[in-house]
């Protein structure tokens, strides 16, 4: 099937039919910038909403190019999922936010930290990928419970039985599984209870117009009920007003992250963090 094409076809633009000179240069200098220290996690925190408790992270990446200055991920990550470059960035960020984690690890009142490292689906159609995560921890010297990883939904369907085989690997070895941007894929409802889960994030668009539409917050409502009656937690992201954030904690979700806790920091920031509730 297409499965393998993802590693070979380097910089095919499907809309226009034609390699893009553009992204060819830039795929090219972004196997460079992995090896030139160009690329840089930010750490978001995760709240829970029952105690305010700083429960994890999500990590992101930035790629701060010498010369175009900081290119935000959704500038290149998807040119990188059209080519094997994907899986080295994957590495490099499991790497990074591994060792990161160990080090917070180390500080008062940061041992529990979960730290979710995106990962994208050719990464789980990658042969031995569940032995590089859990190396990674391993000589990283962290828990596999202080790991999180987040695959979104539509990723998930390209190769369902690969997918839940990869993903029952890691979550048996207490890694922990959230489904990204639930709510905007095209699962079926039963490859929900399939997959070994702890917890799905609402995709943002949902928390968005929550407040102001009812459809909205009702569906928000029914993954919340859904997700707690499957045992999985609910983590709702994008959560930018003070509205939205008690509106979701008095419906019952359980962690929320957003520019209304904090934006994404720079590592050296993220021990500094504390919620000021307005
Ligand atoms: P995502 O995984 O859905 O990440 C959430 C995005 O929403 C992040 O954008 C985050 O900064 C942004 N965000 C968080 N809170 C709010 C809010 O309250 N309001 C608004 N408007 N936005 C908020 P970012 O960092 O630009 O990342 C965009 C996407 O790039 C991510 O979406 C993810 O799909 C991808 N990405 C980022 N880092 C990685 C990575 O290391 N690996 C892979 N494979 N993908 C990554
Ligand atoms: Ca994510
Ligand atoms: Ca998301
Ligand atoms: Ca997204």
Redesign the pocket.
């Known amino acids: 099937r297409a499965r393998n094409q993802h590693h070979h076809v380097v910089a095919y633009d499907h809309a226009s039919h034609k390699v893009s000179r553009d992204n060819l240069a830039l795929l090219g200098e972004l196997r460079n910038a992995v090896g030139a220290d160009q690329l840089r ?1 930010h750490y ?1 925190p995760k709240l829970l909403l029952a105690d305010n408790s700083l429960v994890g992270a ?4 930035r790629w701060e190019h010498p010369e175009r200055g900081m290119i ?3 500038q290149f ?1 998807p040119q990188a999922e059209k080519s094997s470059i ?1 899986n080295e ?2 590495v490099w ?1 499991l790497r990074s936010a591994v060792t990161q984690q160990s080090q917070w690890c180390a500080m008062r009142g940061m041992e529990q930290l979960k730290v979710a ?4 689906v050719h990464d789980l159609m990658v042969p031995g990928f569940h032995d590089v995560v859990l190396q990674t921890l391993e000589q990283g010297n962290l828990d596999n419970g202080n790991l999180e990883l ?1 695959v ?1 939904e539509s990723a998930l369907m390209e190769d369902i039985a690969t997918s839940v085989d990869v993903l029952k690997r890691l979550s048996g070895a207490n890694v922990i599984i959230s489904i ?2 639930f709510g905007t894929g095209y699962s079926s409802l039963k490859y929900l209870d399939l997959l070994p889960t702890a917890a799905i994030k609402i995709d ?1 668009s949902f928390v968005f117009r929550m407040a102001r539409d009812a459809g909205s917050r009702q569906i928000v409502q029914a993954a919340i009920g859904l997700a707690h009656s499957l045992g999985m937690r609910v983590i709702a ?4 007003t003070e509205e939205n954030y008690s509106m979701l904690r008095d419906m019952g979700c359980d962690i929320a ?4 806790i904090s934006r ?1 920091l720079a590592s050296e920031k993220f021990p500094g963090f504390s919620f000021q509730q307005q």
């Open positions: 996690l978001q999500e990590a992101l990446m935000p991920p959704d990550i994907i960035l994957t960020a490292v995106n990962i994208s987040e979104t990204d941007d943002q992201e994008g959560v930018e992250q957003g520019f209304f994404p």
